[in-house]
């Protein structure tokens, strides 16, 4: 599978002879463009950034320079978050098993909580704001892995839970806004959002009219997000309530692309396009089977069947797998589409690997906004 990447073919050998390879690089204008496509299909919604997706802070900053909040899973996200100088209000804290430091944060900053399982209201901060999370228990187009919503899956109440949580936090004192609901990740069918949405509408009778209705992000690119932002108004409705939107991938995926360098080729059986990133700096092909559109930028000879493969010492290193690309030379440059989102932010230093560089296409220029760590960085907090 190919796709042209946004930028001119000259400007990528550019940022790579400057900064390296592997280097993820992100173009502004696509950045922008997904979130005018989020307010455009969601209106008033409230937009919280799940900042897992993508947290460099040059691109968080500039969302939240566009008034969008974050979503935040960890005491590190909270950090980066308050970075950028988001305050409470623009802050969900979220997680399964948050830890003493996250409510610490979260109520210091006076965010709200994304509240798991009903023994959180005795220990969530004195008067915190909360919503409850909702597990819907039903099955939807994608990954096992990325299916927050199914049966069995460890987030959220049950729907006939979920009542009981939101008096449980009034009880304890807090202020229980509203509902949440997360079915996964990579979702394209509104069908299956308005399932779940429709699942907590359904809890109406049992809840009164609520303040907000939140219902996660999830979107897979190319999803329709009018009929997704019309199921939720819809659901929202029944309680009266506004909806917030948590995003992560859909705003940030296209816009970025990891570039890697062709090292070799090799013929054993099969035909292995050998490159010079892998599983540690995009894990997704691995871990999900996920696909990302290759671009060969070079000027092919014959086109032919690859496999094309990272540098670890793993047989499950590939970045694709039968994919069709014209033969390089070592030297040419691949680039790996669709790569904004769980890309540099699941990067890691396996083998002594440095994670990558990243940057930013802006103002028709190119700006460093994570400079290559060293081995020696990887291994600083050895003693
Ligand atoms: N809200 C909640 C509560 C979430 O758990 C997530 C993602 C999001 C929002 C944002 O979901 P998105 O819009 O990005 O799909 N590493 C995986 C994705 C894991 C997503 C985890 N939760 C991947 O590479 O596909």
């Not at 909580?113 to 220990?123: C, G, H, M, S, T």
């Not at 506004?242 to 816009?255: Q, S, T």
């Not at 014209?326 to 790996?336: K, R």
């Not at 220029?365 to 600083?380: C, D, G, K, S, Y």
Request: hydrophobic share 45%; net charge negative; charged share 20%.
């Amino acid at each position: 599978m190919t796709a042209s990447p946004s930028l001119p073919r000259a400007e990528f050998h550019a940022a790579a002879e400057r900064f390296g390879t592997p280097l993820y690089v992100y173009d502004a204008a696509e950045l922008d463009a997904a979130l005018a496509r989020v307010r455009a299909a969601f209106g008033e919604a409230r937009v919280f950034y799940a900042l897992k997706a993508n947290p460099n802070l040059t691109l968080i900053a500039r969302l939240r320079a566009a008034g969008v909040g974050f979503e935040c899973v960890s005491a590190g996200e909270i950090a980066r978050a308050e970075h950028v100088g988001a305050e409470g209000g623009s802050i969900l804290v979220n997680g399964p098993a948050k830890s003493r430091e996250e409510y610490e944060a979260g109520a210091r900053l006076g965010a709200t909580f994304i509240v798991d399982r009903e023994e959180e209201a005795r220990l969530l901060p004195p008067g915190s704001r909360a919503l409850v999370r909702v597990n819907p228990a039903l099955s939807v187009s994608t990954h096992d892995h990325l299916a927050t919503g199914a049966a069995g899956s460890k987030f959220g109440v049950t729907p006939e839970q979920a009542p009981g949580v939101l008096r449980a936090l009034r009880e304890a004192g807090h202020t229980a806004l509203g509902l949440h609901v997360h079915i996964g990740s990579a979702i394209r069918l509104a069908t299956d959002f308005g399932a779940a949405f429709a699942r907590l509408a359904g809890l109406r009778a049992h809840t009164g009219e609520l303040e907000v209705l939140d219902v996660g992000g999830g979107w897979g690119l190319g999803a329709d997000l009018p009929g997704i932002a019309r199921e939720a108004r819809e659901a929202a409705g029944a309680f009266g309530a506004e909806v917030w939107v948590e995003p992560g991938r859909y705003l940030v995926a296209r816009a970025g692309t990891l570039l890697t360098r062709v090292v070799g080729t090799k013929r054993t059986g099969r035909n292995f396009l050998l490159t010079d990133a892998g599983m540690t700096e995009l894990l997704r092909p691995m871990l999900y089977g996920a696909v990302h559109p290759l671009t060969p930028l070079w000027d092919g000879g014959a086109e032919e069947t690859w496999d094309v493969a990272g540098p670890a010492c793993e047989s499950g290193d590939l970045l694709a797998r039968d994919v069709t690309l014209p033969l390089p030379h070592p030297g040419d440059l691949l680039a790996v589409g669709d790569a904004g989102a769980y890309g540099a932010a699941m990067s890691g230093t396996y083998l002594t690997r440095p994670r990558p560089a990243e940057a930013l296409w802006e103002g028709g220029e190119w700006r460093l906004i994570r400079r290559r760590e060293t081995p020696q960085e990887v291994w600083a907090a050895e003693v």
